[in-house]
């Protein structure tokens, strides 16, 4: 920090990713507004209480596990190597805490990894961060009104801050074992957060079972509508405008491609905005492809749904869902076709699957997420048939059966696998689901008798004020 | 196979054009633009029959006034 122009390059990236953090806050505000109008008003404060309470709970076991599983695993570990050495992302690493880069005093660390970390983890972690608790938030619609709040804390913490973080080591980093070996590429996250957390969902699904009056006797499905339709699409339009941080994030702003962390070429420079693979992009382009695969999305699940307005706004975030995983190079008009295929495949796959295997998804996250995110990683694989997955060359390119095999790691192997077991698990302790009368009832029993008893009282109160004559 | 001219990212500096099928721009402009208008003359189509459908609903219901009547019941009942 003793030169003026690198420590404005440094404390640039420092606030460029502050910044997405403040931005993605507002895809949770999106999430417990759409969860909340979602639900029957008989349950929404346990509802928004559920989505809630992800947030302080990943984010504590992000810090004392999640971050170090990003750097420890990205060889498997036991696929192609052994954990790997990551002493700034432990708890107990001095780098965690507020720290000004001089020199370390715990052995473990060397004078370049602190003047190096100090001023990026922090704000690095928290960016990453954000995307686990959106990985916790998207299971969490799926399972409203019946599953134990404690349960899918557990499932959240799963998710938040073991599954989706191997996903991330393995696929979602500049040496990752799935980008090395089957040159997987998911720029925006198509398949690590939105595959994993469909696939996710859906096997706690499988377990926790329809919500009572579901479906009828003949198997044919019910709509169980939100109690607030406006809510829900209001909180739909957060999700998206904190999409753009959640975009922004994915990227590195600033890296000498052929620079010392890089190529590390000499005598030769190009600084560039890159992806996570360290591959030059530009957020110009970013920008134009997410509002465009966001229109084709809008546009092709309006027409399908015939202007419903909650699978018209579920339709654009598929969109983007499923061109995100080229979307830092795809043609702006590809994007745009793209997302309008990914909306149409989550809408029809989404009735399809709740007729055929009773599946009952209050918010339609697993098509939305899962499918759109899957069908987005395969596309990719076509679309960028042959492009170099990373700056190093010894890297394996971009191919359709790379991608496919890293879709079904995601959706399955990841994502339903894990869930499924652990869901199984807790259904077996009782621990899953919420008693049948409190389900018939309603979660908020108690505090909806509270509200009533002081209603009453405060009503009481002022007759008796205005009987008085006072 | 190559759906793009980026073979190797080592010389990123010499790249212009980096989406795939570069060439194929004037296409994808025709397609940007038969999405938008179809869309427009599908939407027409749908409001067309939709509107048609409800007013025959509302004649079907003894018309505007008993229709309005019934709403207004409704909404002091609620």
Redesign the interface.
């Known amino acids: 920090m003793d030169n003026e122009l690198s420590s404005l390059s440094i404390i640039f990236m420092e606030f460029y990713y502050w910044l997405t953090v403040a931005l993605m806050f507002l895809i949770h505000v999106g999430f417990c507004m759409y969860e909340v109008g979602a639900s029957r008003y008989k349950n929404h404060m346990h509802t928004l209480m559920k989505n809630t309470m992800l947030i302080p709970l990943v984010t504590v076991t992000f810090y004392l596990f999640g971050w170090w599983i990003y750097f420890a695993f990205v060889n498997g570990p036991g696929i192609i190597g052994g954990l790997a050495e990551a002493p700034f992302a432990t708890p107990w690493s001095e780098l965690m805490g507020t720290h000004m880069g001089g020199a370390p005093f715990q052995s473990t660390l060397s004078a370049d990894d602190t003047a190096f970390w100090a001023r990026i983890n922090g704000v690095f972690w928290a960016a990453f961060l954000l995307f686990s608790w959106t990985a916790a938030s998207i299971v969490s619609g799926a399972v409203i009104e019946r599953i134990r709040p404690s349960a899918f804390w557990i499932l959240a913490v799963i998710i938040g801050s073991v599954t989706w973080i191997i996903d991330a080591a393995w696929g979602w980093s500049w040496n990752g074992w799935m980008v090395q070996k089957l040159g997987y590429h998911d720029a925006y996250a198509s398949g690590v957060i939105h595959a994993i957390a469909g696939g996710f969902a859906l096997g706690v699904l499988l377990v926790l079972g329809p919500r009572i009056g579901k479906f009828r006797a003949d198997g044919s499905p019910r709509n169980i509508n939100p109690h607030n339709p406006w809510l829900v699409t209001i909180g739909l339009f957060l999700i998206y405008t904190g999409f753009w941080g959640f975009y922004v994030a994915c990227n590195v702003p600033i890296i000498d ?2 620079g010392s962390g890089v ?1 590390d ?1 000499a005598g ?1 420079h ?1 600084f ?1 905005a890159t992806n996570i693979y360290l ?2 992009t530009t957020l110009s382009a970013i920008t134009v492809n997410f509002l465009m695969s966001l229109s ?1 999305g809008l ?1 092709a699940a309006y ?1 399908v749904s ?2 419903d307005s909650f699978w018209t706004y579920s339709g654009g975030l598929a969109g983007v869902i499923g061109a995100s995983a080229g979307n830092d ?3 702006p ?2 994007a ?2 793209i997302g ?1 295929v990914a909306s149409i495949v989550a809408y029809k796959m989404h009735y399809w699957v709740e007729r055929r295997f009773k599946i009952d998804d209050a918010v339609g996250a697993v098509a939305v997420h899962g499918y759109a995110g899957f069908f987005g990683v395969v596309v990719a694989g ?7 997955s ?2 190093f ?1 010894s890297y394996a390119p971009i191919t359709p059966w790379g991608q496919f095999i890293g879709a079904i790691i995601m959706f399955f192997v990841l994502g339903f696998i894990p869930a499924w077991i652990i869901s199984k698990i807790l259904h077996g302790m009782g621990l899953l689901r919420i008693p049948r009368e409190i389900e018939m009832v309603g979660l908020d029993i108690d505090s909806e008798a509270v509200r009533q008893i002081e209603a009453d009282e405060v009503a009481k109160a002022i007759h008796a004020e205005a009987n008085s004559g006072a | ?4 001219l ?5 010389n ?2 010499k ?1 212009g054009a ?4 570069p060439g194929s ?1 004037t296409l ?2 025709l ?2 633009l038969v ?1 938008w208008l179809g ?1 427009h003359i ?1 939407q027409i189509k ?1 409001e067309n029959a939709e509107f048609k459908a409800d007013v025959e609903k509302i004649k079907g219901r003894g018309g505007v006034g008993k229709v309005l009547d019934e709403e207004l019941q409704r909404e002091i009942q609620d």
């Open positions: 491609i052929y190529l070429i030769r190009f560039s591959q030059p084709g546009m027409i015939k202007g190079l795809y043609h008009v590809q745009l076709l309008a076509f679309m960028l048939w042959g492009y170099p990373s700056p060359d | 196979m190559a759906t793009g980026v073979d190797s990212w080592t990123v500096d790249f980096v989406y795939p099928f721009e994808m402009v397609l940007a999405v869309w599908w749908e």
